[in-house]
């Protein structure tokens, strides 16, 4: 998926879900053409689903990863150790299943430091939005976002549910360097940038801990798809020590879970 994407507010059609073909070690689940929480509610029930049975359905035994995005899951398998037809006829049956509620994932509240050295679009959004930069701050970090998917490179988190007043078009010249851990804002996302990279969304802020490390084994990535943020703002001070004592090994990801979500696992 390109960086850029957009949610669309009205509810989404029911139709049927379409089974794609990702070469021959893959199938996609395509769940609808909108990015909508009915749709995501499917998309991770059937990730989990499909988690909870690994090593008790054989047909399950050759899969090897699930892929949730906002609309769709795409499983992974090894084509010599699986039955391709019947794992995509299973997957078909389980993607009828009534949906219960949105499967919840973890809540986080994760600091972030809007000095203007970290948050160069902070006075264009303000400015844009009629809101002053304190009111543009205030806002981003009274919502709770929702992970729609991790994409564009790896853990780079697509948060919906940013408020419509911030809901900015990306840069019309992109950056040839984001720095690392930089917060933004196109469309109606909001994301940060867990590498360096090239691009065109709107600066305000920066993250002082690293959302991907290689060193947390089975989950690199800190966040994934379903998982709630709270943005907690801190100064430029107190970036740097929560910089300093995560590199220390003081600080842990549990450390960080959000106290008024329902309590589950920090890897």
Known sequence: MNEETRADPQPPRCVPARLLPLGDGAWTVEF??????ALQARVLQLAE?????????????????VVPTFRSLTVLFDPLHTDADALGARLLEWSVAEVAGVP???GWRLPVCCAP???????AVSAASGLSAQAVVQTLTATRFRVGMIGFMPGFPYLSGLPPVLAMP?????????????????GAMCCVYPWESPGGWRLLG????????????????????????????VDRTEHDRLAA??????????DFLDPEEPACRAD
């Open 49 to 65: 689903h499909i988690r909870a049975l690994r090593g008790v359905d054989p047909v399950l035994d050759g899969v090897q990863d």
């Open 245 to 254: 004592d995560w590199a220390r090994g003081v600080l842990t990801r549990a």
């Open 104 to 106: 919840v994932g973890r």
């Open 117 to 123: 050295v970290f948050a160069p679009d902070l006075a």
């Open 32 to 37: 609808g053409d909108e990015i909508a929480l």
């Open 206 to 233: 920066r993250v002082p801990l690293p959302l991907f490390d290689l060193q947390h084994g089975e989950a690199p990535a800190w966040l994934a798809a379903g998982d709630r943020v709270r943005w907690v703002v």
């Open 170 to 186: 990306r840069l019309a010249t992109p950056r040839k360097a984001v720095p690392a851990q930089s917060l933004a804002v196109a």
